[in-house]
């Protein structure tokens, strides 16, 4: 089991940026693909970015493609989201999941087996 802590949430403008940091402890991190989810209120969690174990594949939602860049530090145990031009549609409470496989195209909530407790992101107009 993989214990998950996302942190670095908060109040932006639109247009301005963020980065998302989830730190990760228990079983081996660097085993495993990451992924971000998003809940915004009143809708069902949706999926963001996920990243294989290395690093080496990435993908995206259509709806932050371009915008958003996950990446993952092995070394640190941590995985980051970093969010450019933000819009208020991507206000939500972010989090981030431990896949149950090593590769990135999994998009699913049912594929990921470990959640942090979410951290908010509220982008203004």
């Known amino acids: 089991q993989v214990q998950l802590v996302e942190s670095g949430g908060g109040l932006v403008q639109g247009g301005g940026s963020l980065r998302l940091s989830c730190a990760a402890s228990?079983?081996?991190?660097?085993?495993?693909?990451m992924g971000w989810f998003r809940q915004a209120p009143g809708k069902e969690r949706e999926y963001v970015a996920s990243?294989?174990?290395?690093?080496?594949?990435?993908y995206y939602a259509d709806s932050v493609k371009g915008r958003f860049t996950i990446s993952r530090d092995n070394a640190k145990n941590t995985l980051y989201l970093q969010m450019n031009s933000l819009k208020p549609e991507d206000t939500a409470v972010y989090y981030c999941a431990a896949s149950r496989f090593s590769g990135a195209y999994y998009f699913s909530q049912s594929d990921y087996a470990s959640w942090g407790q979410g951290t908010q992101v509220t982008v203004s107009s």
């Open positions: 228990g079983r081996t991190f660097s085993s495993y693909a």
């Open positions: 990243i294989s174990w290395r690093g080496g594949s990435t």
